[in-house]
């Protein structure tokens, strides 16, 4: 069935088709969640019930809501209700609508591959800007943060969700827009066939839904100048360039330096900060148990190769250094007869590890609270502040390589986590581990783990020596020393 081209009647007819025959569960998570975030009284324990029933939904939203992004906690989060009363309930509303939107679009039945392949990449395209929308609010509140994340991934809903169809419609619109030639002919084609426009189909799912009045605006006033609107849509014209196989350079360079100028950022540090939010957005997807996405995410590496005369900024490589390690250690000996303060002792053992033995990145792991997770007290080197972020070890798994380790005491040198000796206890940790391996020793108070020392050269994909792991081990067991002598 085609629609009368009549722009009103075309919009009425696919949302009308898509929220009640293509995109039901959706459509109703979104408007249960509406109801839900007017009711302060029962909202929380109604919020559970709504999803309860839907297991792999449930799973995604717990598994989202315990990741590093969003839960710096160190006790597990077991329920949705317990999730919202952690991280507050748009936080958990917003994962809730995003689990179910990629539920929803990710297992659309029977799509030719040209369909699904437009499809994932306009998914990956709003998933990437909402993570670079909401790193662009960075200095706002947590809820405007929340609130621009969900506007941006669905600020191309309309067009998501009419492609999610399929069938020959999809296949034979696809096909004609493949030969368009500019944008403005794209606009023609598709207000041809559908009788509307994807952006006019956006604004009438999001009435229709619930969706929230940002959304509507963000799209009626993409030139408005409020801080929500203008990062979403800075953030949708930065991954629609990057996503291009041929980039416009010009483009790129004025939407870099206006993302710029709104953040306070020099371009430098913006699109250092963009390249981190990629890597967030990697994780994330993962989480979301999304990642076919990965592969298409808008990648802002690509500004610094059109760049070539503006280097990237990276911290040195850090060769082994025995005049290094020696002064090091001389300090720890030092502290080791007179007590000195606990962070002291934890920069210097870094230190001397980082710029001494010679490696990319080195860190603390202490022990939560809870004794069910590993967390960076501080790290040094390359990727630190996102190693901060995100390398929580969770020591659920009591074969996994940190729990056997905290069991047994023992200074580890795992060379290749994926050769056979060390692939099952590494597993659950392939994500945070470089493949050139790395070492790690146990932190101890009269003799009690409270933590670990951890050390790669994944950046730069050095591979370690005996001699190495040994300095290494020098340098954690003084520390230690120092450790218990500042306690007592």
């Not at 030639?181 to 066939?193: K, L, M, P």
């Not at 001699?467 to 003084?478: E, T, W």
Request: aromatic share 8%.
């Amino acid at each position: 069935m085609k629609p009368n081209n009549n722009t009103n009647k075309g919009v009425d007819y696919w949302t009308k088709r898509i929220s009640e025959l293509e995109m039901p569960a959706l459509c109703s998570t979104v408007q249960t969640l509406e109801k839900l975030a007017k009711d302060d009284v029962s909202s929380l324990a109604l919020l559970g019930r709504s999803v309860m029933h839907d297991n792999a939904l449930t799973s995604r939203i717990l598994r989202v809501a315990n990741s590093a992004i969003y839960h710096k906690g160190s006790t597990q989060i077991s329920t949705v209700s317990r999730a919202a009363i952690v991280l507050g309930f748009d936080a958990v509303r917003n994962i809730c609508i995003t689990a179910q939107l990629l539920s929803s679009l990710l297992e659309s039945k029977n799509l030719a591959p040209a369909v699904y392949q437009r499809l994932i990449k306009l998914m990956a395209k709003a998933f990437q800007a909402a993570m670079l929308a909401r790193m662009m609010l960075s200095d706002y509140d947590d809820d405007i943060q929340e609130e621009a994340f969900i506007a941006s991934l669905l600020y191309h809903i309309g067009e998501s969700a009419f492609w999610s169809i399929g069938g020959e419609f999809t296949e034979t619109l696809d096909s004609q827009l493949t030969e368009c030639e500019n944008s403005v002919e794209e606009r023609s084609v598709i207000r041809e066939a559908l009788g509307t426009s994807f952006s006019q189909l956006t604004q009438s799912i999001a009435r229709h839904w619930g969706l929230g009045e940002l959304l509507i605006q963000a799209v009626n006033y993409p030139d408005d100048q409020r801080p929500e609107i203008r990062s979403i849509f800075l953030a949708d014209k930065l991954c629609e360039i990057l996503s291009q196989e041929v980039i416009d350079k010009s483009e790129l360079d004025k939407r870099i330096s206006q993302a710029a100028n709104f953040t306070g950022l020099d371009e430098k540090e913006l699109t250092l900060r963009m390249q981190r939010c990629t890597k967030a957005t990697h994780k994330l997807a993962e989480a979301y148990g999304a990642k076919v996405l990965i592969d298409y995410l808008p990648d802002p590496k690509r500004i610094n190769k059109l760049e070539p005369s503006v280097p990237a900024v990276e911290l040195p490589v850090f060769e082994a250094n025995l005049n290094v390690q020696l002064a090091k250690l001389r300090e720890l000996t030092a502290f080791a007869i007179n007590k000195a303060d606990f962070n002291q002792i934890m920069q210097t053992v870094l230190e001397g590890i980082l710029e001494g033995v010679g490696v990319d990145r080195c860190g603390v792991l202490l022990l939560s609270p809870s004794r069910k997770q590993l967390q960076p007290r501080i790290m040094l080197g390359r990727d630190a502040e996102e190693m901060k972020q995100l390398f929580i070890i969770d020591l659920g798994d009591k074969k996994g390589l940190f729990s056997l380790a905290m069991e047994h005491k023992e200074c580890q040198w795992i060379d290749n986590p994926n050769a056979k000796k060390w692939l099952e206890q590494c597993k659950e940790l392939k994500t945070q581990l470089p493949e050139s391996g790395f070492l790690m020793a146990p932190l101890l108070v009269d003799s009690k783990v409270i933590g670990f020392y951890y050390a790669d050269r994944g950046p730069s994909e050095r591979s370690f020596s005996e001699v190495d792991f040994q300095a290494f081990i020098h340098f954690s067991q003084l520390a230690n020393v120092c450790f218990t002598v500042s306690l007592k």
